[in-house]
């Protein structure tokens, strides 16, 4: 199957500054990526779909200023988590979707980064 | 949006075990994926299923998608089975995004 990489796999910060993950898929370009966070025994939570050279699309909830999506390649998507502070500690992972289609619809299989593990100070 | 279910939510089993474990889901999907998350938080891809059975060594999976069920089987379970299984589907009228089952956390015992 295809390889999402995600990196850092751990990072521990001070509150009030800025940390960046960075998401690739490495051998398959990916024109969309997903962002999720997971709590501690919950289910992933979609933060927002990053799409190659133009906006990300932020789920409802989500502050669009606190999470900076970038996806400046067809390989390379980065979630920037500005100023942080000790309530964005979470777990952080991407997912990238091969792109297939069947007929009309696109029905590529999601494939998942290793997710990074946030926590701040 | 669609309404993804999962079943049991817990599961202890000895080592050796057999299980099934259901996702249901509300709507009309054309993927279905099921996902096993291990004790590190990596997602590992199990099976691409949106219809029809698979199987891989120990693991298959059956999705009817006419009755919006899918079902993975465990045989033989070991302790490395143990962790989240997720199933995740895409909603047809949803765009682009899977949407994720509550998972059924799984122990497997010595």
């Known amino acids: 199957g295809a390889v999402v990489s995600q990196h850092p796999s751990r990072v521990i910060c001070k509150s009030g500054t800025s940390v960046k993950i960075e998401c690739r898929s490495l051998d398959f370009q990916a024109t969309t990526m997903f962002w999720y966070r997971q709590f501690p025994k919950q289910s992933l939570m979609l933060m927002a779909t990053?799409?190659?050279?133009?906006?990300?699309?932020?789920e409802q909830g989500v502050e669009k200023d606190k999470f900076l999506i970038n996806h400046a390649s067809l390989t390379l998507s980065t979630l920037t988590v500005t100023s942080a502070h000790p309530e964005d500690s979470s777990f952080y992972i991407c997912s990238a979707r091969e792109v297939a289609t069947s007929g009309y619809w696109n029905t590529g299989e999601l494939f998942f980064g290793e997710g990074s593990r946030l926590t701040v100070l | 949006g669609i309404q993804v279910e999962q079943s049991p939510p817990d599961l202890i089993l000895q080592e050796g075990a057999n299980s099934t474990l259901r996702c249901n889901f509300s709507d009309s999907v054309n993927n279905l994926q099921w996902f096993h998350q291990n004790p590190w938080g990596q997602l590992i891809n199990l099976f691409y299923i949106p219809s029809g059975t698979k199987q891989n060594g120990r693991l298959s999976a059956t999705t009817v998608a006419t009755e919006r069920y899918s079902l993975l089987y465990i045989s033989s379970s070991q302790t490395t089975d143990s962790g989240v299984y997720f199933c995740?589907?895409?909603?047809?009228?949803?765009?682009?995004?899977?949407?994720f089952g509550p998972g059924t956390r799984l122990s497997v015992l010595p």
């Open positions: 990053s799409n190659e050279g133009s906006k990300a699309t932020y």
């Open positions: 995740a589907v895409r909603d047809l009228n949803y765009g682009q995004n899977f949407v």
